[in-house]
């Protein structure tokens, strides 16, 4: 008897977490089917505001992020090979190249990898860069991002901006503690080295497949060379 | 228990961050600047509130053997939800907030409350309860989000214009300041709460000690 009880017992209890969970998760997807919408519309809009940020509108007439090949993650973006794909946006004016729009990595941060992302003009100038993410020592090394900057004037990440490898040479490409061309703050040149280098090797590579880049169909994927 | 005790207990006598010391982590992660202390503690308050008031409503139906379970269940659905709504109808909040509603999950005073007050009281007196520990845990680390965004940095209210656009951050010391990094650092929140709880054992030590000296004089008038 008491066994029966006990059976009955705990059926009923099995009963009832199975309705909160259906109760729960059905409040759930709910939620999630009526905010899939506009929450859609917003992260687009945060990408463009991204893009934005480094790529002036007045260059461009397409819509970059239709436009868009997937990189498989290469040194010269700073990923290993186990990272996933780096989506680059291709901007055009009226059909023809105007910017190639991507993220890369500087792996050597004082706090780790800090995310980047470029702008690279069709006459192989930087547009801009942007620290879109990093884990530099806050008040220390994080002048990186502009918004952190105590320099709003000239926040440091804006010297890159129009510089190519005719106005600085590959070989000149670092901070000035390096031999290099671009300052540094004192007493955080990791980050800034870190983020010098990144761009160095982010604005060859731009450079170097640029025609390939911009050949490319819609929504495809390069591979890596060699393979 | 009236409103005002609940009022008393969570934001002073049982406050969860200088008393309990519950749900450190996220108190001591988020306190490098006043705002994004305090934004941390807004959507705590609201979760507790939304949580507390639920479980309170339907915990005649909760099997005490598996109330555990359900509770978790309610208060990760609540979060999803409201982390979900904000991001599609208040999403400038939410950059700001988003991060730190999903911290929330693991905040250990949600699931406290709602073990404590929540399954043995009516819906209204639960959803005050989690509010005002929420605005108890708001206090604490508005103060400690203060103290070392003012130390480490010389600023206070930095990040401000993310939630309020048009203000600006407050330069309190000259800003020439070197700042103190330490304060910034996870070390510095360590420091700070310690402080922070001594300073409050001292004010409730001396109202105890001026009560105890009050009382026999009151007798003998």
Redesign the interface.
């Known amino acids: 008897m008491s066994e029966d009880s006990a059976a009955r017992a705990s059926l009923?209890?099995a009963a009832?977490?199975t309705v909160?969970?259906l109760v729960?998760?059905t409040?759930?997807a709910a939620?999630?089917r009526?905010?899939k919408p506009?929450?859609e519309a917003?992260a687009e809009a945060?990408k463009m505001k991204l893009v934005g940020e480094v790529l002036p509108d007045a260059l461009y007439d397409n819509a970059p992020l239709a436009d868009w090949v997937d990189l498989a993650p290469c040194a010269e973006l700073g990923l290993a090979a186990q990272d996933d794909p780096v989506r680059l946006l291709r901007a055009r004016k009226a059909g023809a190249p105007a910017a190639l729009v991507f993220e890369a990595v500087a792996p050597d941060g004082y706090g780790g990898r800090i995310r980047l992302i470029l702008a690279v003009g069709a006459d192989d100038r930087l547009l801009g860069v942007r620290v879109i993410g990093h884990k530099e020592?806050?008040?220390?090394g994080d002048y990186i991002d502009p918004k952190k900057d105590r320099n709003k004037a000239a926040p440091w990440i804006r010297q890159f901006d129009a510089k190519g490898f005719g106005e600085v040479p590959a070989a000149e490409w670092t901070v000035k503690k390096d031999g290099g061309r671009f300052d540094a703050r004192a007493g955080a040149t990791i980050s800034a080295r870190a983020v010098t280098n990144a761009t160095r090797r982010a604005l060859q590579f731009a450079v170097d497949q640029r025609d390939k880049l911009y050949a490319l169909p819609a929504q495809s994927k390069l591979e890596k060379e060699g393979q | 228990m009236n409103f005002r005790d609940i009022a008393r207990n969570g934001i002073w006598k049982q406050n969860t961050s200088l008393v309990q010391l519950l749900g450190l982590c996220p108190l001591l992660a988020v306190s490098t600047s006043f705002v994004n202390g305090v934004s941390l503690a807004v959507a705590t308050i609201f979760v507790m509130a939304l949580s507390s008031g639920t479980v309170a409503s339907v915990r005649s139906f909760i099997p005490h053997e598996i109330r555990i379970p359900v509770f978790i269940l309610i208060i990760a659905a609540l979060v999803t939800v409201v982390d979900l709504a904000m991001n599609a109808w208040l999403h400038e909040l939410y950059l700001v907030l988003g991060i730190f509603i999903p911290l929330i999950v693991v905040n250990c005073i949600v699931l406290a409350r709602v073990e404590a007050f929540a399954a043995k009281n009516t819906p209204l007196a639960a959803a005050w309860d989690g509010a005002m520990m929420g605005v108890g845990m708001a206090v604490a680390i508005a103060v400690l989000g203060g103290l070392r965004e003012l130390i480490g940095t010389g600023t206070l209210f930095s990040g401000i214009e993310m939630v309020i656009p048009g203000t600006r951050a407050l330069q309190v010391l000259p800003a020439d300041y070197p700042g103190f990094l330490v304060a910034i650092l996870p070390p510095g929140a360590f420091l700070v709460l310690g402080f922070l709880i001594a300073g409050r054992n001292w004010l409730d030590a001396r109202a105890e000690q001026r009560a105890r000296l009050a009382a026999p004089a009151r007798t003998a008038a």
């Open positions: 009923r209890t009832i977490l909160f969970t729960f998760t409040l759930m939620t999630y009526a905010t506009a929450i917003s945060e020592t806050p008040g220390l």
